[in-house]
């Protein structure tokens, strides 16, 4: 069983700043595809980034990309979203999960693709 804790989102103004933290129990995290995916209310869950288990290789979003980073500690087992020049419309509550198996550009995109789920974590960017 792996659990999946999300921290660090809060309300922020335009232009701002978080990181978002998501600490995974369990040995398999270092074998771990993890992903970042966020809801705005009314809509459906959408990809935002996604990282392999090394940490080599990284997928974005079109939106974020050059904007948000993503990132992982394997010796901590947790992965990081650093989100840099925050706009409104990145309001929304931000979700990591775990994919065990290979990935591609196409694979990490897609909700089914996951097995574990946080809680979430709201993120507020007022304009």
């Known amino acids: 069983q792996v659990q999946l804790v999300e921290s660090g989102g809060g309300l922020v103004q335009a232009g701002g700043s978080l990181r978002l933290s998501c600490a995974a129990s369990g040995r398999t995290f270092s074998m771990s595809v993890m992903g970042w995916f966020r809801q705005a209310p009314g809509k459906e869950r959408e990809f935002v980034a996604a990282?392999?288990?090394?940490?080599?290789?990284?997928y974005y979003e079109d939106s974020v990309k050059g904007r948000f980073t993503i990132s992982r500690d394997n010796a901590k087992n947790t992965v990081y979203l650093q989100m840099n020049s925050l706009k409104p419309e990145d309001t929304a509550v931000y979700f990591c999960?775990?994919?065990?198996?290979?990935?591609?550009?196409?694979?990490?995109?897609?909700?089914?693709?996951?097995?574990?789920w946080g809680q979430g974590t709201q993120v507020t960017v007022s304009s």
């Open positions: 999960a775990r994919r065990m198996g290979v990935m591609s550009a196409t694979i990490v995109r897609a909700t089914a693709s996951y097995d574990y």
């Open positions: 990282i392999s288990s090394s940490g080599s290789i990284t």
